[in-house]
């Protein structure tokens, strides 16, 4: 029983992996990519099997390989979170705008956050990426800072 429940578990994550409405990628330390889960795959266009293993900036030349591996060394080295927020680059990721009819941004704007995952021996050979769409947020953000600077220059 115990041995079936836990297996009915792991499939549960399974599925909460692959439908959250976050991306998830998992990268080794020469940045290959080993997990991609569907937020990844619909919005880049990029199956599961046509990245795995593949390295990710031959996949995504839009990420600058120096400023990125100078912020995942540190999650390797110090196992703690590092940050991305759309306020100093709009993206990781350049995807597409996925709301074309109420949005008015080119391209999805995002935050994410880079987090250390541990092996059993507490070593960290790999890091996973959580790519959050703050595209709305953003927008707004930029339509009050338009509204707030009219109302000061009237």
């Not at 099997?49 to 120096?66: G, P, R, V, W, Y």
Request: net charge negative.
């Amino acid at each position: 029983m115990s041995d079936q429940f836990e297996m009915a578990e792991f499939h549960w994550l399974m599925d909460i992996l692959q439908t959250i409405d976050v991306g998830l990628v998992v990268l080794d330390r020469e940045y290959n990519i080993k997990l991609w889960n569907s937020f990844m795959e619909n919005h880049s266009g990029l199956r599961p099997d046509q990245t795995k293993n593949q390295n990710l900036f031959s996949l995504f030349s839009e990420i600058d390989e120096a400023w990125f591996k100078k912020k995942a060394e540190a999650v390797f080295l110090l196992k703690t979170r590092a940050f991305v927020i759309h306020e100093q680059r709009p993206y990781l990721f350049r995807f597409e705008n996925n709301h074309p009819i109420t949005g008015r941004a080119d391209y999805m704007f995002q935050n994410a956050t880079i987090i250390p995952l541990s092996n059993l021996d507490g070593s960290t050979d790999h890091i996973c990426l959580i790519v959050y769409d703050v595209t709305r947020a953003a927008t707004n953000q930029s339509d009050l800072q338009k509204l707030l600077s009219q109302n000061s220059s009237s």
